[in-house]
């Protein structure tokens, strides 16, 4: 440790990062990292080869959403980084100075798109000058800062234009996509169905691009996944990618990750206290017996975890019966999970269909005569229905658990109230559309139009060059 006075700083610090533009930062002091980060969304690169820019967006006040910063850097590497959920992340890397306690000096900095971090900033030791140190039970040694010095900045206003929208999907001819097509081309946008499964992309530029059929795909201000089961890995790398590109991305990559791994799923609802039916999951055939038993014996619920449309869901009426079918299940080295049968739900489920944070309008599928499930594919035939408040209070939370924006939430209405069954990242609109008598797929765009950023003139640049640049 070098002699004389000490800088010390606490382990949560006010800091000013003035070339971005931004006059309050809060963030946490990191001697565990190495690297600092900025939380920051809309990343996307512009510029000339020669010296490549990254322009990005900051919510400096993690509780006013609504205070946006547009900033630009230039890109001075990128980078792979590990955070400290384990997820590894390609980032850009800028310079930058930052300002502390009378200080000005300049650090690198990665920027990440992480959602929902306490501290809009990483201090990472790698920033940190040779006579300071941190002291842990410290906070805010340095003069405080406040979110007010924002005030009198230009406010930033969604812009009203055309935009360029992406529709990947394997099914363009379905009724979900014609209907998004045709919605959105109503509202003056320009539309693109794209095939998931023909996307390729190269990984590892500072100017991240999508391919197709032999050629790069242009910049799209906004991208609508419909990605099915099937190809719900390849369809995540290719949304990763476009979002990479700047585009906004209706529902996220992770958070359609999380909604499509029903023991996740189940887990981050669970831990979120939302209501759902009691269900278990086992991996050795020794525990068949006490598996049946956590959900409090038959009858009994069997599940596929690839099952869709009702297919593999089967109703065990004796506990004889449920150890059969575990046992059949086991031997066709099928997942599947174990649920508590709720009859009081009478072969019935309501769909709520949510868009950014809340519910735009619900079904009741009622399943047909001596059948337990409601699924349309199975002959179950779909009405409007008024929901409670509770209703839809569950089905919003459960969206925001798994961090989508837009969402078809099951329930069950039991007697205990509602119980999420699923959440569906991509939900088909015919049957919500034809039963609630609302325009989903016109709000879905409106949705879209209000998370797109205003244009700078430099994006134009960026549209029309098909630079590519190495870092290494
Ligand atoms: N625990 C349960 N108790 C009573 N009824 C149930 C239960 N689980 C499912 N059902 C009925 O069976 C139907 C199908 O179940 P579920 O939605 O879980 O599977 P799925 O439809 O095959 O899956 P996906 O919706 O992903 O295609 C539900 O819509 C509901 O009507
Ligand atoms: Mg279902
Ligand atoms: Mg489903």
Redesign the pocket.
């Known amino acids: 440790m070098p002699d004389g006075p000490q800088f010390e700083l606490g382990w949560e610090e006010w800091l000013a990062l003035p070339d971005l533009g931004l006059p309050a930062i809060k963030a946490k002091i990191d001697t565990g990292a190495k690297t600092s980060a900025l939380h920051a969304s809309v990343i996307e690169p512009f510029g000339p080869v020669t010296s490549p820019q990254v322009r990005f967006l900051i919510q400096p006040d993690p509780n006013n959403p609504a205070l946006e910063v547009t900033c630009s850097a230039p890109v001075v590497d990128r980078r792979e980084v590990t955070s400290s959920n384990g997820e590894t992340e390609l980032r850009y890397v800028i310079e930058t100075d930052v300002e502390m306690g009378g200080r000005r000096w300049p650090i690198q900095l990665t920027l990440t798109n992480r959602e929902s971090m306490t501290y809009r900033m990483l201090f990472g030791r790698g920033a940190m000058q040779p006579d300071m140190v941190v002291d842990p039970n410290e906070s805010f040694h340095m003069p405080e800062l406040s979110y007010k010095l924002y005030k009198g900045l230009p406010k930033k206003k969604p812009v009203k234009r055309p935009l360029r929208i992406a529709l990947l999907t394997r099914e363009p001819n379905n009724y979900s996509s014609r209907r998004l097509v045709e919605a959105a081309r109503k509202r003056g946008h320009v539309i693109e169905t794209i095939d998931t499964a023909r996307c390729y992309m190269q990984i590892g530029t500072l100017d991240p691009q999508v391919h197709y059929d032999g050629q790069a795909l242009p910049r799209y201000d906004a991208v609508i996944p419909r990605i099915g ?1 099937k190809i719900t890995d390849y369809g995540m790398a290719v949304l990763r990618q476009f979002s990479n590109t700047g585009a906004v991305c209706l529902n996220e990559a992770g958070a359609i990750g999380r909604s499509r791994d029903k023991l996740l799923a189940q887990q981050l609802l669970a831990r979120a206290k939302i209501a759902m ?1 009691v269900t278990a999951f086992a991996h050795s055939p020794k525990d068949t017996k006490d598996l049946i038993g956590l959900v409090d014996g038959a009858p009994v ?1 069997l ?1 596929l975890l690839t ?7 089967v ?1 065990a009426e004796t506990r004889k019966a449920a150890e059969s079918l575990v046992d059949a299940f086991r031997g066709l080295d099928a997942n599947f999970l174990v ?5 009081e ?1 009478a ?3 309501v769909r709520a269909f949510v868009i950014g944070n809340k519910v735009v309008g619900a079904m009741k ?1 009622q ?1 047909q005569k001596g059948e ?4 349309l594919h ?1 002959g ?1 035939t779909a009405s409007s229905v008024r929901l409670t408040a509770d209703e839809r209070e569950t089905a919003r939370a459960a969206a925001k658990v798994l961090g989508l924006s837009v969402a078809g939430v ?1 329930l ?1 209405q039991t007697r205990d109230g509602p119980k999420v ?2 959440v ?1 990242s991509s939900p088909g609109l015919e049957g919500i559309e034809n039963a609630s008598g609302k325009d989903i797929a016109g709000q879905i765009i409106e949705h879209l139009e209000r998370q797109v950023r205003p244009l700078s003139s430099d994006r134009e640049t960026t549209l029309r060059s098909n630079r590519r640049i190495n870092v290494n």
């Open positions: 089961a039916p619920v599940k099952s869709t449309q009702g297919r593999g869901v109703l649920q508590e049968f709720v009859e739900a072969g019935a489920d599928r399943a337990f499930r409601s699924n199975r179950g099951d069950l069954l699923e569906n």
